[in-house]
């Protein structure tokens, strides 16, 4: 069995920014690879992993769809021994001065992120957040040395270790949306002891923080019959008390919106009210902002439902989850595929 706590710290441990995730791909990789038949990376580098189903074939197929792509910064400028860089995926430049990075150059070099004095700013800047233009990154080493050994183009990740707070809580970069890799995890456990008649196919997509590259390509090479997009949502916290945020280690969140299929919500939904999980639904009048908005317009049309675990503090270093809401994720997607008849898409339509 999966030991998901220690499981998540490692991959909260590493990089894979968005276009750039074989450092995670591969533990991911490592870890799936006894809880599936078969195991795959497809041409953009989401990776695939399959687990039969025991009914007769051809089966039905669901896919489950958790991006692993991370949020960072590229170098755009390598000056006096200093770096400029642009963000990858949403970076508020509000959170950068002071955090410690790792610049991926010839070799790895450890960096902070510095600012300028206030009076060497531009008129008027004043108390004001530092706009990114004017952060640059520091590795300490002289300038010859920088010039050799960094690029334009290189990548720069957050270097904050992962931390386990009180609560069962954990803290650090990249839980969104590695904690969903997670869940994803823990379904595929809890699956090696539950007979399901469906195939069952778990993706950890690419590019979902910049293109959607993976949340369209691999729904188009597997052809699910129905989809699940796993991602987090915003907790309630410091500025995040009213009905946008949604209680950290008190359940998970059920999309309702035009991207969730009516009736894969409501399968759910009664699920988790038979098993007593814990939920809320999260209301997505738009686009859901998750893998979904891919998945479900691949091919003819692809019926989907996004489930979301509240996370703290979004698109910073110190991101913080409950790690019961991730198991109870993973529980819920397990029973409900346990669940799954060979006819269920049949029984289905849009205003069930």
Known sequence: MTDLSAFLKELISLPGLSGHEGPVREVIARTWTPLVDEISTSRLGSLHGLRRGSGPEPRRRILLSAHMDAIGLMVTQVKDGFLRFTQIGGVDPRILPGQQVIVHGRRDLPGVVAQPSERLLPPGNGDKPVAMEYLFVDTGLLPEEVAQLVRVGDLISFAQAPLELSGGTVAGHSLDNRASVTAVTACLDELTKIRHAWDVWAVASVQEEETLGGAFTSPFDIRPDIAVAIDVTFAKGPGVNDYRGYPLGKGLELGWGPNIHPALYKAFKEIAD???????????????????MGLQVVAEGIPTMVISIPLRYMHTPVELIAM?????????????????????????????
């Open 274 to 292: 038979q098993l007593d999980i814990p939920y809320s639904t999260e209301p997505m009048p738009r686009m859901s902002g998750t893998d979904a």
């Open 324 to 352: 019961k809401d991730v198991t109870r994720v993973g529980h819920l997607m397990a029973e409900f595929i346990a669940r799954l008849e060979p006819d269920f898409i049949e029984k289905i339509r849009w205003d069930d």
